[in-house]
């Protein structure tokens, strides 16, 4: 049997940590989904379009990830998608609480999709979206963090006038 999971979220922008997941989900999964979420609690600093278009750069060498958005709730699409796992990252403790609340409440939603945490390779531990977002913001490097077209993008977003 083939085992499809997805792997939801925001991705404001995508990184080498959730790129560093999405590599060993697809050794670990026949076919993995790269879900983009239109909604979202926080104001994103891309649009979804332009979160999906990183997106899809970025994983252009994984050949059996798809990249789509959606919209609604993460159960309803991964179902839609016949996945049967539901991938999350956890990096350091402070991920604990938010994601095991997040993983309990999927699970009353719909008991069919288990949720399966990866943890980064160490150097990605501490990386997230944010951190990239101030880093550019602040005009530094950012080779280290995310690919270089992510990093063209965000450098545009902080053009100076
Ligand atoms: P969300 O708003 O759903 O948390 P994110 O794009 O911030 O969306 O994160 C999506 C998933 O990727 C989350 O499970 C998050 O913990 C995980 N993640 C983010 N950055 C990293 C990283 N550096 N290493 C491992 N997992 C990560």
């Known amino acids: ?64 990830v798809e990249v789509y958005t959606f919209e609604g709730l993460a159960v309803d699409f991964a179902h839609s998608q016949n996945c049967t796992v539901m991938l999350r990252g956890l990096r350091a403790v402070s991920d604990f609480e938010y994601e095991l609340s997040l993983a309990l409440t999927n699970t009353t939603l719909n008991p069919q ?31 280290d963090f995310v690919p270089p077209v992510v990093a063209k993008a965000l450098r545009e977003k902080f053009k100076k006038e």
């Open 1 to 64: 049997m083939s085992t499809k999971a997805i792997y939801p979220g925001t991705f404001d922008p995508i990184t080498y940590g959730h790129i560093n997941i999405l590599e060993k989900a697809s050794r670990l999964f026949d076919k993995v989904i790269l879900g983009v979420a239109a909604y979202t609690e926080k104001e994103t600093l891309f649009s979804l379009q332009e979160r999906y278009e990183l997106c899809l750069e970025s994983v252009k060498h994984l050949s059996n």
């Open 113 to 143: 999709i288990e949720t399966v945490f990866l943890v980064p390779s160490l150097r990605y531990m501490y990386l997230s979206s944010s951190i990239t977002r101030q880093l550019a913001e602040l005009d530094s490097e950012l080779k």
